[in-house]
């Protein structure tokens, strides 16, 4: 079992950076990939960026060059979001991918980007 808690979401004008955070626990030697995904308004949930236990990292041909997704130890990933647009407004998730083939979800953090 993985546990996972974002945190820094808000509310922030057309421009600005957010850091999001994911505080990851539980069974965290079997993660092979963390992700971020988001879902904006009345759409469905996407994909925006993934780093693997490897350390490569993917991201969204619409977040490329602004966000930055990150860790600091294996019990912190992060989501540096910068140059921020009114399309970025969403709940973003903090997933975790396993290598039992089970995927987790945190709760999810607001993020409004008002233009």
């Known amino acids: 079992q993985v546990q996972l808690v974002e945190s820094g979401g808000g509310l922030v004008q057309a421009g600005g950076s957010l850091r999001l955070s994911c505080a990851v626990s539980g069974s965290i030697f079997s993660i092979n990939a963390m992700n971020w995904y988001r879902q904006p308004p009345g759409e469905q949930r996407e994909l925006v960026a993934t780093?693997?236990?490897?350390?490569?990292t993917e991201y969204v041909d619409s977040v490329k060059g602004r966000f930055t997704i990150s860790r600091d130890n294996a019990e912190k990933v992060y989501l540096e979001m910068n140059k921020l647009k009114a399309e970025d407004t969403g709940v973003y998730y903090c997933?975790?991918?396993?290598?039992?083939?089970?995927?987790?979800w945190g709760q999810g953090t607001q993020v409004i980007v008002s233009s």
């Open positions: 780093l693997t236990s490897d350390g490569r």
């Open positions: 997933s975790a991918f396993t290598a039992t083939w089970s995927r987790y």
